[in-house]
């Protein structure tokens, strides 16, 4: 060939090749190439979910970000017009929480006695610190995005928006506060929503376990006992439970559930302790002040743990607060926001509620109120983002009311393509499920409410930046971002009644920062296009990033697809469609891809404290960023993948089979000489359409978000070009033929395009090494490949002869009998289309002749299935057995019989094996049978071809060029392969075989 190709080292180096082609992108500036190419084209719409920008990216953020890449590079060479607009989530508690570890604050007072501006500072760094440290992490996974104009949602103008969605909300009249029982983290001081209630951990925790007498009043020397794991909940009790129709007794002067078959001084229905009132545990605490206890009836009493009879405070637990409606019950809250005791509640006050537990349970000791103490150890709910194990408190929050939304959301979903297509319904039964959406967060750097209420009644919702400076009557001045401490102290003139108001201190839920994007990046509503409008306030400097006009937003929302980990469901998936039904009742995107976990090579969750995390870092540098991704492919996203350095070896190992075919070209290009290609040979006709199917494959895998299909196909057709292509062409390779070299070299190259988007290292490199001198510069810069025409027929046939050849050598390796004996003959069964290719596996199978027809030469071996047949016989199996193993039995109906014995197919083993002097292998409907019986003939020959082989091998260690000639001296005993003289030479490229008495083995020498 004219042309000279860069030679391959034997192995790649992925690490470094892929920062080789980074720079090379860089310094040709070949994404930006792409976007330009492809600006104007048809609009493929895709949304980046936010990465919270508080700690490096971890391995199970490769798997997403690697999806989302594949499929926006896989556009682009379609030639789709993109946006590539990479997002931060920036504020909310864990943000937060990890610049209170890196400052040791550990409470909430800690963070007011540092400094609310002070603190909203330092998160800010770590956002910005972070992001740089993900977007590095990202380009060298190698995600094309828009690095410099990110989105960051701690922007004025992210935050304006989502406050014009909680204007929208309250003027439908879902917005409310409640009073109401929830989830507290005592560490954080907030309370925990539905969704992340599901994100934290239950931990297996020991809690003490009590069991505690309540005297009635007016029935001397009887008392209720009831059982309890939360001491510190004892000092709020306002009421005690019971199971109106289970039957109670008393024993001891105390009441419990009564249990069948003991004895009791009386029994009674639940109904009748009804109304009794009874002394609480710590009446004499002031909080106790007026509070009358009772026994109330509740048909959830649950029955198989405790005394069926519970203690209720509804200031502490949830179904207890429930029921202080129903019943008009007084609510004792007794732990402050950092989950100590508050005074007025005994014994314990400004306690934790840990600490609480022993001065408690000593104190109704004393009081003779205990009835017996122990510990259980149970799974008990933790904080998500501190671990810290959750309590219930009843506080004030607000709370988006989710009733209307919700079948117009369920109404959404049903038009959204998912894949895998079952989280469709994960997702109905999400919004199905949906409790209210609390909003409010009692913290500090979030996203500030944007709530007003007034003492004459009205609740003033401020729906952005601007008219909050219009409304402004103090304070304006000093807002330098939307963000505390500044916004406390703007107040507004009240709308009703003109008096000034102040805000809520309460920030936002983080999904409301999220769940806005495909509004506020896009620039929902905005008449003019503002530059840089949305990188504001706090995101100033970070980013680059426009506020679009509203006409772009027309244009590109919703998003065509969508791509986050399944958890998204109910966070990120279920907050851009409730923001999106509710503002446009329009569902923000057509097609999700979702994915489930990442887990360790062995099935384990990796934690850092158990040795088996892999870091993002650690992983890029040791596997290389398209070996990851391509175990990410590999994976079924509806599972949980195992991700570790033994499959990643095992890719490497893979991808060697193409590095290998191409550097089988480079090889031979380099040395054959100008010529025109000749006609091409059918093996030839059958790469080009092997490679037709190979696109149409891809392209399909492509168009159903499915990635494991690309890695099948695409194994499947190396395994063709490299096991069968190649092998079958090598003496023309060899011989430098032109029409090889050209159907190879345009084989490989259509293949590394519609693989380039799952690995655009390796596949960059390779098309630059093989690519056409004028052509595009870069892979990513070639058009998707047109769809050819392909002969279906030639294709059926190949395939069925490569599994004909397989089988060849199944069978071959059963008779132990070496590769390189030449054998007399095959019969093959069941495989018409192969007869075409009868002489290739002669070649492949070193056979004289094949023979298609029926193989006689197998005999039918069956077992007894002994779990089936073993209880269904009984006795008589040893008779079946026996009449088996002696091949008495015949074949019935699908079945067999033996010993009288009707077997289904099922209930026996079939084996089939070669009868005495045959191979058999068997497989899909093929049965393929080798003679096994040698002669003198096929010996000599499998001697010519031991030579040939070690003969090449000579050459190699004597470091030989390919077209170098050689003579070979054989020892005396060879002489009689001289025979063979001229096939030797051309197998090895020798001009002389001589023979002399001198030396044991063959010898050679350059010619
Ligand atoms: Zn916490
Ligand atoms: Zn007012």
């Given at each position: ?247 109670y007794g008393l024993r001891e002067g105390q009441w419990r559930l009564a249990h069948e078959g003991e004895d009791y001084d009386r029994k009674v229905e639940g109904e009748e302790l009804v109304g009794l009132e009874y002394a609480g545990p710590f009446d004499d605490a002031p909080a106790q002040d007026g509070i009358v206890h009772r026994v109330v009836s509740w048909d959830e009493v649950v029955l198989d743990e405790g005394t069926g009879i519970v203690h209720?405070?509804?200031g502490a637990g949830q179904e207890d607060f429930e029921l202080s409606r129903v019943h008009g019950l007084d609510v004792l809250v007794p732990i402050d926001e950092s989950g100590r005791m508050l005074a007025g509640f005994g014994p314990a006050e400004g306690l934790s509620t840990d600490e609480a537990e022993d001065v408690i349970i000593e104190d109704l000791r004393r009081r003779e109120l205990l009835v017996e103490s122990g510990t259980i150890t149970h ?629």
């Amino acid at each position: 060939m004219a042309q000279t190709f860069p030679s391959l080292p034997p192995v790649p180096d992925h690490s470094a090749l892929e920062r080789e082609i980074l720079a090379w992108w860089d310094e040709q500036g070949t994404f930006d190439k792409l976007r330009e190419q492809n600006r104007g084209g048809e609009r493929w719409s895709f949304i980046d979910g936010p990465i919270t920008a508080n700690n490096p990216m971890g391995v199970h953020h490769a798997w997403g970000r690697t999806l989302k890449d594949v499929f926006q590079r896989y556009k682009a060479l379609r030639g789709f017009d993109q946006r590539y607009q990479n997002g931060f989530d920036c504020q909310g508690l864990w943000v937060e929480v990890e610049v209170e570890k890196s400052l040791g604050l550990n409470s909430k007072r800690d963070i007011e006695e540092y400094g609310l501006a002070e603190f909203a500072a330092r998160c800010k760094e770590r956002v910005a610190e972070y992001a740089d440290v993900i977007t590095e992490q990202d380009r060298r996974l190698g995600r094309w995005m828009d690095w410099d104009n990110d989105y960051h949602t701690f922007s004025d103008t992210n935050i304006s928006y989502i406050w014009g969605f909680l204007k929208a909300v309250h003027e439908r009249g879902w917005l409310y506060t409640g009073h109401r029982a929830t989830e507290w983290c005592p560490r954080c001081g907030t309370s925990i929503s539905q969704h992340e209630l599901y994100a934290g951990e239950y931990k297996e925790l020991e809690h003490p376990s009590l069991y505690v007498r309540f005297p009635l009043k007016e029935r001397e020397d009887e008392a209720l006992v009831v059982w309890t794991t939360t001491p510190w909940t004892l000092p709020a009790n306002v009421a005690a439970a019971v199971k109106p129709d289970a039957e109670y007794g008393l024993r001891e002067g105390q009441w419990r559930l009564a249990h069948e078959g003991e004895d009791y001084d009386r029994k009674v229905e639940g109904e009748e302790l009804v109304g009794l009132e009874y002394a609480g545990p710590f009446d004499d605490a002031p909080a106790q002040d007026g509070i009358v206890h009772r026994v109330v009836s509740w048909d959830e009493v649950v029955l198989d743990e405790g005394t069926g009879i519970v203690h209720i405070a509804p200031g502490a637990g949830q179904e207890d607060f429930e029921l202080s409606r129903v019943h008009g019950l007084d609510v004792l809250v007794p732990i402050d926001e950092s989950g100590r005791m508050l005074a007025g509640f005994g014994p314990a006050e400004g306690l934790s509620t840990d600490e609480a537990e022993d001065v408690i349970i000593e104190d109704l000791r004393r009081r003779e109120l205990l009835v017996e103490s122990g510990t259980i150890t149970h799974r008990y709910p933790t904080c998500w983002r501190c671990g810290t194990p959750l309590v219930f408190r009843v506080v004030d929050d607000w709370f988006i009311a989710c009733d209307e939304i919700r079948q117009p959301m369920l109404d959404a979903n049903a038009t959204v393509q998912w894949t895998p297509d079952f989280y469709s319904k994960r997702m109905d039964d999400w919004l199905r499920n949906m409790g209210d959406w609390n909003i409010s967060r009692k913290r500090y750097f979030g996203l500030p409410l944007p709530l007003y209420p007034c003492d004459c009644g009205e609740l003033n919702v401020i729906g952005s930046r601007a008219e909050l400076e219009e409304r402004a009557t103090a304070g304006i001045d000093q807002l330098q971002e939307l963000h505390r401490p500044w916004i406390d102290d703007v107040t507004i003139a009240c709308s009703a009644c003109g008096k000034d108001v102040h805000r809520i201190p309460e920030v936002g839920d983080a999904w409301l920062d999220a769940g806005i994007v495909p509004f506020s990046s896009l620039g929902w509503n905005n008449p003019e296009w503002i530059e840089h409008g949305y990188a504001t306030g706090a995101a100033k400097g970070l980013s680059g990033a426009d506020l679009p006009d509203h006409e772009y937003w027309e244009s590109w929302f919703p998003a065509d697809w969508i791509s986050e980990m399944r958890e998204q469901i109910r966070l990120w998936f279920y907050s851009i469609s409730f923001m999106s039904m509710t503002l446009i009742g329009k569902t923000p995107y057509k097609a999700v891809l979702t994915y489930e976990k990442l887990l360790d090579e062995h099935g384990r969750e990796m934690h850092r404290s158990w040795g088996n995390a892999i870091s993002a870092d650690e992983a890029l540098d040791s596997m290389g960023a398209d070996v990851m991704r391509w175990l990410f492919c590999e994976a079924n996203p509806g599972q949980n993948i195992k991700f570790g350095y033994g499959p990643a070896h095992e890719v490497k190992r893979r991808l060697l089979t193409l590095w290998n075919s191409v550097k089988f070209f480079v090889d031979y290009a380099n040395v054959s000489e100008d010529g025109e290609a000749g006609e091409l040979e059918p093996l030839d006709r059958w790469l080009e359409s092997r490679v037709e199917q190979l696109v149409a494959e891809m392209t399909d895998a492509y168009e159903r978000f499915w990635t494991p299909d690309l890695i099948a196909s695409f194994e499947s057709f190396v395994d063709d070009l490299s096991n069968w292509y190649i092998r079958r062409s090598r003496r023309r390779f060899w011989d430098g033929d032109a029409a090889a070299l050209v159907t190879l070299r345009h084989a490989l190259l259509k293949s590394l395009v519609v693989i380039a988007p799952v690995m655009p290292f390796l596949a960059e490199h390779l098309w630059r090494v093989l690519r056409s001198e004028g052509g595009p510069e870069s892979i990513f810069l070639v058009a998707w490949p047109e769809q050819g025409e392909r002969d279906e027929q030639l294709l059926a046939e190949v395939a069925e002869t490569r599994r004909v050849v397989d089988l060849g050598r199944q069978a071959r390796a059963t008779s132990q009998l070496p590769l390189r004996q030449p054998l007399r003959r095959l019969v093959v069964q069941g495989a018409e289309l192969s007869r075409q290719h009868e002489h290739e596996i002669r070649e492949e199978l070193r056979v004289k002749e094949v023979e298609f027809g029926e193989v006689e030469a197998t005999e039918l071996r069956v077992k007894p299935n002994l779990p089936l047949l073993g209880p269904k016989l009984g006795k008589e199996l040893g008779a079946v057995r026996a009449a088996l193993e002696a091949g008495d039995f015949e074949q019935v109906n699908g079945g067999f019989r033996a010993a009288g014995h009707d077997l289904s197919e099922n209930e026996v083993l079939v084996e089939r094996v070669g009868r005495e002097g045959w191979a058999v292998a068997h497989g899909d409907g093929l049965t393929v049978a080798l003679d096994t019986t040698l002669d003198a003939e096929l010996e000599v020959e499998k001697r010519v071809l031991d030579l040939i082989h070690e003969l090449n091998a000579m050459r190699r260690d004597a470091g030989l060029e390919l077209t170098d000639r050689i003579v070979v001296t054989l020892p005396q005993g060879a002489s009689d392969l001289l025979e063979h003289a001229d096939w030797i030479k051309d197998e090895v490229l020798a001009v002389e075989i001589r023979t002399d008495g001198g030396s044991e083995v063959p010898q050679i020498a350059k010619a």
